[in-house]
Structure formats: structure tokens, C-alpha cells
């Protein structure tokens, strides 16, 4: 079996991707996403980070987290975030004929990848680098021509802070009131 090592850095900040299992459409469902908004918060107001960045797609999400000083346990905030969107859509979304015998052991849903990918950043321009790579992930899929016309991603609060230009990577300069707002 393989033994996976992960980044254990206290306070530091990371790059996630999460899919979902068989690359389920489901993620832009609204059901899901506001499953998912409820269990990040959930988990943010017990166990703190910082959301930097996020993109939700069809089938998978990308997003950059710091943690707080002391604190590396990003799997345990993942662990707990996956069981509750499990937990509050199951009723929907879960595929009985898709346990197998290893995710019953497990105790797995058929809605998430049992793993996710996760890359410590390393310095000011890995950082630049992931954030620019989350925001235009959209369009690399597809799904938009521009980056302004994704409605489930923190461009929008970015580009209203000022880190991003309306018109970054495309688009006519028109910020819809749409986004994903902590």
C-alpha cells in the first residue's frame, strides 16, 4: 500500500485540489455548493484558516489556504469539510451501486476522491503563479472565454480589492455581482 507524505509547516500556505468521484459533474449544483459554503464555514469557525483563493469547476475545485501560526492540519479541516457536504447531500448524490468493498470499509462516499493534491507554496512568485492558475482554470476548461464570467470563484472579491484587473486574462471590463464572497 502507499504511504503518502504530506507538508506538515505550521502557518504556512497551500494549493488544494479536490475532485469529486468519477469526475461527477455535480460541484455547480446548487445543492452542493451550498453545502459546501456551509461546511467550509463550519469548519473555518472551529478550526481557522484563511481562504486566498478559490475556484469551484463541474468536477473538481482548486484553492489556496493559510493556516494559522502553529497550526499544519490541513487534512483534518478536508476530512471534516468532505463528511459534511457528504452528510447534507447524500440523499441526491450518492451512487449505492458505486461502493465497492473498498469504500465501505473506507466509509466512503461515492461523491469525493478519496484524495486530494495538495503543494506547500514555496515563495512570492510560486504564490503569484497558483493564484493566477486557480482564477484561469475556467477558461483552460472551457467553461468561459473570460475569467470575469466564472461566477464560482474569488476572482470577483479580488478584482474588487484591487489584486486583479476586471479585465485580466480577457473579458470587456464588466464585473457581474456575482462570486464566491467569504
Known amino acids: 500500500m502507499s504511504r503518502y507524505r504530506r507538508s ?3 502557518g504556512a500556505t497551500f494549493f488544494f485540489t479536490l475532485a469529486t468521484h468519477r469526475r461527477q459533474r455535480i460541484l455547480c ?6 453545502a459546501l459554503r456551509e461546511a467550509v464555514s463550519r469548519v473555518r469557525a472551529r478550526r481557522p484558516f484563511n481562504i486566498d483563493a478559490w475556484v469551484l469547476l463541474p468536477d473538481h475545485l482548486h484553492c489556496i489556504w493559510s493556516l494559522p ?12 469539510i468532505k463528511r459534511l457536504v457528504t452528510r447534507a447531500v447524500a440523499a441526491e448524490y450518492e451512487r449505492a451501486e458505486w461502493r465497492n468493498p473498498s469504500r465501505v470499509t473506507r466509509r466512503e462516499s461515492t461523491i ?6 495538495e503543494h506547500q507554496i514555496r515563495d512570492d512568485a510560486d ?3 497558483h ?3 486557480v482564477h484561469i482554470n475556467p477558461v483552460k476548461h472551457g467553461l468561459v472565454r473570460a475569467v470575469a464570467d466564472w461566477p464560482h470563484s474569488t476572482f470577483h472579491r479580488l478584482v474588487r480589492a484591487g489584486v486583479y484587473p476586471v479585465d485580466w486574462a480577457g473579458g470587456d471590463g464588466v464585473l457581474t455581482e456575482y462570486g464566491f464572497d467569504e
Open 131 to 133: 493564484m493566477d492558475y
Open 8 to 10: 506538515n509547516a505550521a
Open 69 to 80: 501560526p502553529g497550526d499544519a492540519d490541513f487534512g483534518f479541516r478536508w476530512g471534516w
Open 127 to 129: 504564490y503569484a503563479a
Open 29 to 34: 449544483d446548487e445543492p452542493v455548493r451550498r
Open 112 to 117: 469525493w476522491q478519496r484524495r486530494f493534491w
